[in-house]
């Protein structure tokens, strides 16, 4: 293999059912689409590729910068800080509608610092990288000569093979009793029991490969992808008996508000769940899972992985 697809799989491609009818409504219907082939990363970009890309190019996360005032008319001057938002435990239950309770907007949070300045990733050159905002990982992308999944291509890569199965390695969340992802066991967001061995990220290769070979499909972090998000329930919405070629999610348009004729911050799709999924609060540590994710913020829970559009292997 040429050095521009090391560590890289090579995804054959074809027909499968995305979508899940069973679980949150974002996810519905289940519809027939169909990928070309494409190379993806074996696993999310880790610490140490994104330090190999800031070294190179000089790159300044968009966590490291304090925002515009311009961009964001009426904002409170302490939000127009430079930050990014940390998980932070509380130490008893709370209500799970006020997600407020346990994100922290913490100046000087980053990719280098992800709890905050005193923080390092000294020792997690294998963990994903974290605190990157969606203009960071279009930088990286560029810059390695890839780009980002669509959501098809991120969901039919997830399920390794397993059309329709529950996840990414078949329909029993821990068979046998393993955790074949990093997730959250115990009641989110106050009772973290570990049992899979990790408070907060893993080393990418902790946990078995789907069908494909690719690692942290599920869990671990949120990806990026480079789909805008929509609601999968709008009426055009193909039928499962139908089939989508090469489909791409969503609009700018989308994000505008006809009420008030501004646009709103644009949303992605992230996929994949991450290590804060637990089934009291987020059962998103599926294939067909989905999340809205704003352009302009990072969090300690979201990273990426890329893909290249180029022929197969001979």
């Known amino acids: 293999m040429d050095a521009e697809r090391a560590d890289m799989i090579w995804i054959a491609g074809g027909r499968f059912r995305m979508g899940s009818d069973h679980?949150?409504?974002?996810?519905?219907p289940v519809h027939g689409v169909r990928v070309d082939g494409f190379w993806m990363d074996r696993t999310p970009v880790t610490n140490r590729q994104f330090r190999a890309f800031?070294?190179?190019?000089?790159?300044?996360?968009?966590?490291?910068?304090?925002?515009?005032?311009?961009?964001?008319?009426g904002a409170k001057p302490e939000m127009l800080r430079a930050a990014s938002l940390v998980?932070?435990?509380?130490?008893?239950?709370?209500?799970?509608?006020?997600?407020?309770?346990?994100?922290?907007?913490?100046?000087?949070?980053?990719?280098r610092h992800p709890y905050g300045p005193g923080s390092g990733i000294e020792g997690l050159d294998d963990h994903p990288v974290v605190h990157v905002a969606y203009q960071d990982v279009v930088a990286?992308?560029?810059?390695?000569?890839?780009?980002?999944?669509?959501?098809?291509?991120?969901?039919?890569?997830?399920?390794?093979?397993?059309?329709?199965?529950?996840?990414?390695?078949?329909?029993?969340?821990?068979?046998?009793?393993?955790?074949?992802a990093n997730t959250w066991q115990?009641?989110?967001?106050?009772?973290?029991?570990?049992?899979?061995?990790?408070?907060?990220?893993?080393?990418?290769?902790?946990?078995?490969?789907?069908?494909?070979?690719?690692?942290?499909?599920?869990?671990?972090?949120?990806?990026?992808?480079?789909?805008?998000?929509?609601?999968?329930?709008?009426?055009?919405?193909?039928?499962?008996?139908?089939?989508?070629?090469?489909?791409?999610?969503?609009?700018?348009?989308?994000?505008?508000?006809?009420a008030t004729a501004h646009f709103r911050i644009p949303r992605r799709v992230v996929k994949g769940g991450s290590h804060l999924c637990a089934p009291n609060y987020c059962r998103r540590y599926r294939p067909a899972a989905r999340h809205a994710q704003p352009v302009d913020t990072s969090m300690s829970h979201i990273g990426f992985r890329c893909v290249r559009r180029t022929a197969a292997p001979t």
């Open 23 to 28: 679980h949150y409504p974002e996810e519905a």
């Open 54 to 73: 800031v070294e190179a190019t000089g790159y300044v996360t968009f966590a490291e910068v304090p925002p515009d005032p311009k961009d964001y008319p």
């Open 87 to 111: 998980f932070t435990p509380p130490a008893h239950p709370v209500d799970l509608r006020r997600c407020s309770q346990w994100w922290d907007f913490r100046s000087g949070a980053d990719w």
């Open 140 to 180: 990286y992308a560029a810059w390695a000569g890839k780009d980002l999944p669509t959501e098809a291509e991120w969901e039919f890569a997830a399920r390794g093979g397993l059309d329709g199965a529950e996840f990414a390695w078949g329909d029993e969340f821990t068979p046998g009793g393993r955790h074949m």
């Open 186 to 258: 115990g009641a989110f967001p106050h009772e973290n029991l570990e049992a899979d061995g990790y408070p907060r990220t893993s080393p990418v290769e902790a946990f078995p490969a789907n069908g494909f070979g690719l690692h942290d499909m599920i869990g671990n972090v949120w990806e990026w992808t480079g789909d805008f998000w929509a609601d999968r329930r709008q009426p055009d919405a193909p039928k499962a008996c139908c089939v989508s070629q090469n489909p791409r999610g969503g609009s700018l348009e989308a994000s505008y508000d006809h």
